[in-house]
């Protein structure tokens, strides 16, 4: 009798549910509102920075900590906009986008028994990142706006309960995806004195920083005090110049922590190819007018695809960040996000994630009331999908 092949780490994973639902909204010919990536290219002079690069001979090996050029350019973002100083060669590591840079974090700091405190909704790759290191997740429910309360909560004892002397790690992401939530100033100092009294390090995940929408205001972890020297940030090319497909990600902190991620790093992906690189670092240097008419492009798509939704008698709840809106399927009638994200793109034409994968117990009746849609889109392409709402009339479980 042969033995399995896969280890027994990988038993547990199942395929990612953003490639699950991409794959079935391009057989159906859905409009495909549930992968966040953009339908239409970031600023054409990046592209040129990489034809550039192309044919000046970039086109070897980068450094494993990333090139000079895009180091210092984050160095440079960090200071320009948060008024935080690192040492670029010291302080800053480049990954094959911010998926890498939070993977490789994990398994750099995270030991066999370790616990790591996970706020659910979460990003797909949190838990299996913890899984792979031999931690366990102790998880803080986001609970979406009800009464006075206007912007998604936790309950700060809750919080403070997911503390104990086995916690080694935060993984924090603010704007959050997929809520839309942006963790508020004293909603930071809530974790950030549990972190210093249990002496617990912070990987925050900052891609969407330059995606909040007034009146929220985006405050980095590492911006707090005490927190600069306990604080990996990732942040990403691809989300904030619309080239996700470039995987250019970094990670920011005190040399300890930078190093051990780029002990990891450099045994995977050893590094990231340059003309991308040098196109990233040019894209931070542009001026506080772009990143303002960047932000004010994605609330145009955010209200756009609101108004599509609610249209189609689906209530969604306010996004702060990200350029994710999630609906309320309970309030539509719906009582099963799977079935409902399969059933609209087979009989509407448009795919949505079902926020359920994103849980720790996806059959929990709270975990399967919440529809993804990403607004990263075209307002052709937003415009397709309310004509097919539209043709098929109000949606009602």
Same mark, same amino acid.
């Given at each position: %009798?042969?033995? *399995? ?59 494993? *900590? ?6 210092? =350019? ?20 480049? *990954?094959?986008?911010?998926?890498? =840079? ?16 996970? !706020? ?15 931690? *366990?997740?102790? !998880? ?73 929408? =007034? ?5 980095? %972890?590492?911006?707090?005090?005490? %927190? ?53 670092? =040019? ?14 492009? &994605? ?70 009331? &919440?529809?993804?849609?990403? !607004? ?12 097919? !709402? ?8």
């Amino acid at each position: %009798m042969s033995r *399995t092949a896969a280890s027994q780490r990988i038993a547990s994973l199942k395929p990612s549910i953003f490639s699950v639902i991409s794959e079935l909204a391009a057989r159906a010919g859905a409009v495909n509102l549930g992968q966040g990536f953009p339908d239409f290219d970031g600023p054409e002079a990046l592209k040129e920075v990489v034809r550039e690069a192309l044919g000046s001979g970039r086109n070897q090996y980068a450094p494993s *900590t990333g090139v000079k050029e895009l180091r210092e =350019a984050v160095a440079a973002h960090q200071e320009r906009f948060y008024g935080l100083k690192l040492d670029p060669d010291r302080e800053v590591v480049v *990954t094959c986008g911010a998926t890498e =840079a939070l993977y490789a974090a994990v398994l750099a700091l995270v030991d066999p028994g370790d616990e790591v405190v996970v !706020f659910e909704p979460f990003y797909d790759s949190y838990v299996p990142a913890v899984e792979a290191a031999g931690g *366990t997740c102790r !998880f803080v429910r986001l609970r979406p706006p009800e009464g006075e309360r206007r912007a998604w909560w936790f309950d700060e004892a809750e919080l403070a309960d997911a503390f104990g002397p086995r916690t080694k790690l935060v993984l924090l992401n603010t704007p959050h995806n997929p809520t839309g939530k942006v963790f508020t100033r004293t909603e930071l100092e809530q974790v950030a004195v549990l972190c210093q009294t249990w002496d617990v390090r912070v990987v925050a995940d900052e891609v969407y920083e330059h995606l909040v929408f =007034a009146p929220a205001v985006h405050v980095p %972890m590492a911006t707090l005090p005490g %927190m600069a020297e306990r604080t990996l940030t990732v942040g990403s090319a691809g989300k904030t110049f619309s080239f996700t497909g470039w995987k250019v990600g970094w990670a920011t902190g005190p040399a300890d922590l930078r190093n051990a991620l780029q002990s990891v790093h450099q045994f995977t992906t050893f590094c990231t190819p340059a003309p991308f690189q040098l196109a990233a670092a =040019a894209g931070l240097s542009f001026p506080q007018a772009w990143y303002a008419e960047f932000t004010a492009t &994605y609330q145009q798509r955010r209200d756009r695809l609101s108004g599509v939704l609610e249209r189609a008698g689906l209530s969604c709840f306010p996004t702060e960040g990200s350029y994710f809106l999630l609906a309320d399927l309970h309030a539509a009638g719906f009582r099963d996000d799977a079935a409902f994200s399969r059933w609209l793109i087979a009989q509407v034409g448009v795919a949505s994630i079902p926020v359920s994968a994103l849980f720790a117990q996806p059959e929990r009746p709270e975990a399967r009331r &919440y529809a993804r849609f990403a !607004f990263c889109k075209t307002d052709a392409t937003l415009d397709a999908a309310g004509a097919r !709402f539209e043709r098929t009339g109000p949606l009602r479980g």
